[in-house]
């Protein structure tokens, strides 16, 4: 089935430690987001690129990189982590969001920051 | 500022009752309306959306939600409810021509 997928599930980094989380989506979407969600919190929003163009949204930290290499491939680099960036790290992809369309998510990258 | 507000961190309800979450919102135009569901160490899952047309718009899992332009609201419900149905769900709203805002979330529990 055409999917977003996250990778790792579980990530564990210490403070001040690079880390990449990485997503993958076989939809061909052009839109592609990183959300980061704290405690069954409502996800809010880091980035988000609309083929190669990227959006930063003003309040993501500068810590916070993402690329994206290509249309199936997008990556979350947290330069160097705190205690407060341990989240639920959630990617999602959209065919058009301007008309409507809906999110795919994948499963999350669930970080731990010791 | 544009908002959406779910006013329930928690709704309880028996299993086989019908059920209701609701959701309501401030932003201007027409916006696009989404609700979305979160079980435990998930991702999101789509359940339904209103864009124009019918107010009551039929999603997966037997759920409903009545989209009502004076109230600007847009509440979920489903006829009778299952305990498999306990979860975190989100009422999102998209301006038209901006980003998706999420609402805090309402954690639904069905008991036996």
């Known amino acids: 089935d055409a999917m977003v997928i996250q990778n790792p599930r579980y990530q564990v980094t210490q403070f001040g430690k690079p880390v990449t989380l990485s997503c993958s989506q076989t939809?061909?979407?052009?839109?592609m987001y990183w959300y980061q969600q704290k405690s069954s919190q409502a996800p809010k929003l880091l980035f988000h690129?609309?083929?190669?163009?990227?959006?930063n949204e003003a309040d993501t930290p500068d810590n916070f990189q993402s690329r994206r290499p290509n249309t199936s491939f997008c990556f979350l680099d947290i330069r160097s982590p705190g205690l407060g960036d341990a989240a639920m790290y959630l990617c999602?992809?959209?065919?058009?969001?301007?008309?409507?369309?809906?999110?795919?998510f994948g499963s999350g990258t669930q970080l731990s920051v010791l | 500022a544009q908002s959406v507000a779910q006013p329930e961190d928690q709704v309880n309800v028996a299993e086989g009752n019908p059920l209701t979450v609701k959701c309501t919102y401030s932003?201007?135009?027409?916006?696009?309306l989404f609700w979305y569901v979160q079980y435990p160490n998930r991702g999101l899952q789509f359940l339904l959306k209103?864009?124009?047309?019918?107010?009551l718009v039929k999603g997966s899992y037997g759920f409903e939600a009545e989209f009502n332009k004076s109230q600007t609201s847009f509440h979920l419900k489903k006829p009778s409810a299952l305990v498999s149905d306990s979860a975190l769900y989100f009422c999102?709203?998209?301006?038209?021509?901006?980003?998706?805002?999420f609402g805090t979330g309402t954690r639904l529990q069905v008991f036996p």
């Open positions: 690129y609309y083929d190669k163009d990227f959006n």
């Open positions: 209103y864009i124009t047309g019918d107010n």
């Open positions: 999102a709203v998209r301006p038209n021509t901006d980003k998706l805002i």
């Open positions: 932003v201007s135009g027409n916006p696009y």
């Open positions: 999602a992809t959209s065919r058009d969001p301007g008309r409507g369309e809906k999110l795919f």
């Open positions: 939809l061909n979407h052009n839109v």
